[in-house]
């Protein structure tokens, strides 16, 4: 059955008409659960996950109900999960049921991270969605979508039937649309109730001015229409300004008093997975973070850079597997340009080989191998090597695996989280079972 599936392409119209087919059953199965939620879906290259989990911890913290659904955890109403799916959109009957059950416990809003694949795939029909945010856009998934265009057009067809779909009583069809982009005017355009913009400069009415990145976090002030907010949050990165931006856009939109946002943001420390600081008494600071494309490793890594100083930055890292093969040089060449010491190692291979990965991305890698440069393929050792290179107020960074807690090898799934796996190693050293 495997075999088959592969000679079938992603985008084959067979393959299409399928998923559509099982989305129709399950709505109908579960008997169209969202008609009675304010639906939110939050779409974008990157910074999906983390907007979602500021919109849902914030609205919690406004004392609402929600359901949430991310490539990382799952919330239900006072639950908390990990999503170990491996998907950033689940198959259509998966959310049908988790909305079913929402609705069970009187949840009134939900908020879905919504992947490019979970569009074409028809997986979303049926559900009657009121609010759309686009994170940002940049060069993603093109081993499905083939160009840049094709990408952008599936993102935009969301948007593009946002104000065809059902009505629920008082509620307003809302775009969020960050305008930091050349494609931006391709949703702003589009037909709307409401439609809000951010970004750091004057076209746009939720404007980001005067960041400013501490040893804490970041501080920057949001000019809203009427009004400044002032801003101070824990989350690191200037990205993360853009994603509190694009969640007080929705905390706007849905009437809730400006006043509280800054209180809210406070409460907010940790989105697992995302740029997530791993505590030690080595003396230097440790990173987990997704960074799954060329710009959110760029992101990333020049907001670590500043906190080395004079000290190192030390990355360990991976290239994309079974997709788009054209980002494997380019991140390769980021990492180069930005970090101080690199090694490459491994992540999920599925059906590749870790060292054909590995081979893509070192024509981007700008130093010969041994100069700050090695290649590890086993994920554990290139982690112990990175913990036992790093000297106090070194800065490392350990991506693409996040928060997950399975990978994928050639044959099956085997049990990994690097959080885990980093604090058994630095357990090992601070016993002197690991000398540095």
């Known amino acids: 059955m495997k075999n088959i599936k592969k000679l079938i392409s992603l985008d084959n119209p067979f393959r299409l008409f399928y ?6 059953i399950a709505n109908l199965y579960y008997g169209f659960p969202s008609r009675n939620m304010k639906i939110i879906w939050v779409t974008g290259t990157n910074w999906k996950t983390s907007t979602c989990n500021i919109i849902a911890k914030w609205l919690i913290e406004n004392w609402e109900k929600v359901f949430m659904f991310t490539t990382v955890n799952i919330i239900m109403w006072d639950k908390e999960i990990q999503n170990d799916t491996k998907m950033t959109s ?24 919504t992947a490019s694949h979970w569009i074409l795939f028809n997986r979303i029909w049926g559900i009657n969605y009121d609010t759309v945010i686009l994170t940002n856009i940049s060069q993603d998934h093109l081993d499905l979508h083939h160009t840049m265009k094709d990408y952008v057009n ?3 067809q969301i948007f593009k039937k946002l104000i065809t779909y059902i009505r629920k009583k008082w509620v307003k069809k809302t775009a969020i649309v960050n ?22 400069n004057s076209d746009a009415n939720i404007q980001i001015q005067n960041i400013k990145e501490t040893e804490e976090g970041i501080e920057f002030n949001l000019r809203i229409p009427w009004d400044d907010i002032k801003i101070k949050s824990k989350l690191r990165g200037e990205f993360n300004a853009y994603n509190i931006a694009a969640a007080t856009s929705c905390f706007i939109s849905e009437w809730i008093d400006k006043k509280k946002i800054p209180k809210l943001i ?4 940790l989105i697992p997975g995302r740029l997530e600081e791993v505590e030690n008494n080595e003396w230097f600071k440790i990173f987990i973070d997704y960074a799954h494309t060329e710009d959110a490793l760029e992101n990333v890594l020049t907001t670590l850079k500043p906190l080395t100083k004079k000290w190192k930055l030390i990355t360990v890292f991976w290239a994309t597997w079974d997709r788009d093969k054209t980002k494997r040089v380019w991140m390769g060449q980021i990492v180069s340009k930005i970090s101080d010491k690199i090694i490459l190692t491994q992540d999920d291979d599925y059906s590749e080989d870790t060292i054909s990965i590995i081979k893509d991305v070192l024509p981007g890698i700008e130093r010969a191998e041994w100069e700050d440069f090695w290649v590890i393929p086993d994920r554990k050792e ?27 090898t050639n044959q099956w799934a085997i049990d990994w989280h690097d959080k885990t796996v980093v604090l058994e190693i630095l ?3 601070d016993n002197n079972k690991i000398i540095k």
Do not use: C, G
């Open 179 to 200: 305008i930091d982009s050349e494609y931006s005017n391709l949703f702003t355009n589009e037909t709307f109730d409401s439609l809000y913009t951010y970004w750091k």
């Open 19 to 24: 998923h559509k087919i099982r989305a129709i």
């Open 266 to 269: 406070e409460k907010i420390t």
């Open 427 to 429: 357990k090992a050293i």
């Open 154 to 156: 599936t993102k935009l």
């Open 90 to 113: 689940p198959d259509a009957f998966v959310l049908q049921k988790l909305l079913k059950q929402a609705k069970k416990e009187w949840i009134q809003k939900a908020i879905i991270e």
């Open 382 to 408: 290139a982690i112990r090597t990175a913990l036992i290179w790093a000297h106090p107020w070194d800065v490392l960074l350990i991506t693409w695996k996040w928060d997950e807690h399975i990978m994928m």
